[in-house]
């Protein structure tokens, strides 16, 4: 068995979990919801606007973190998008174990002084930003 066939497998085992399944199923039941798309949209581009401005370097405003707040207490009372943003996150952690698992095994072929060398680059290119 090749590597490709390894990862076509994993993909295959990850399709059959029970997570996979109840993402797909509660994202067919939101594309049947415009509201509900809509809510989430808007959590999504507020959820982003602050996280652009956060990495800028810009502080956030209260009023801005009460109008995300509001959204959220918002979105909670619509069973749809909850229900999507809780299968959305745990199918993500299945995601982020599998990652981890894989990042672990190749820990052997990385030289941290790379990695040492790419954080040392990324901590210079903030600092040029400011």
Same mark, same amino acid.
Do not use: C
């Given at each position: ?24 199923? =509660?994202? @067919?039941? *939101? ?8 809510? $989430?949209? &808007?959590?999504? !581009? ?34 749809? =998008?909850? @229900?999507? *943003? ?8 299945? $995601?982020? &174990?599998?990652? !981890? ?30």
């Amino acid at each position: 068995m090749t590597i490709y066939d390894h990862a076509h497998a994993l993909v295959k085992a990850i399709r059959a979990s029970s997570e996979y399944k109840n993402f797909k199923n =509660v994202q @067919e039941k *939101l594309q049947k919801d415009s509201g509900a798309k809509r809510m $989430l949209a &808007d959590l999504r !581009k507020t959820q982003w606007n602050l996280q652009k401005q956060k990495l800028s370097g810009l502080e956030i405003a209260p009023e801005q973190e009460e109008q995300l707040s509001r959204l959220l207490e918002v979105i909670n009372l619509n069973l749809v =998008v909850k @229900e999507y *943003l809780e299968a959305e996150y745990r199918f993500s952690i299945v $995601l982020t &174990d599998i990652q !981890k698992i894989i990042g672990e095994a190749m820990q052997d072929i990385i030289s941290p002084e790379l990695w040492d060398q790419e954080e040392d680059n990324k901590k210079q290119n903030l600092s040029e930003k400011d």
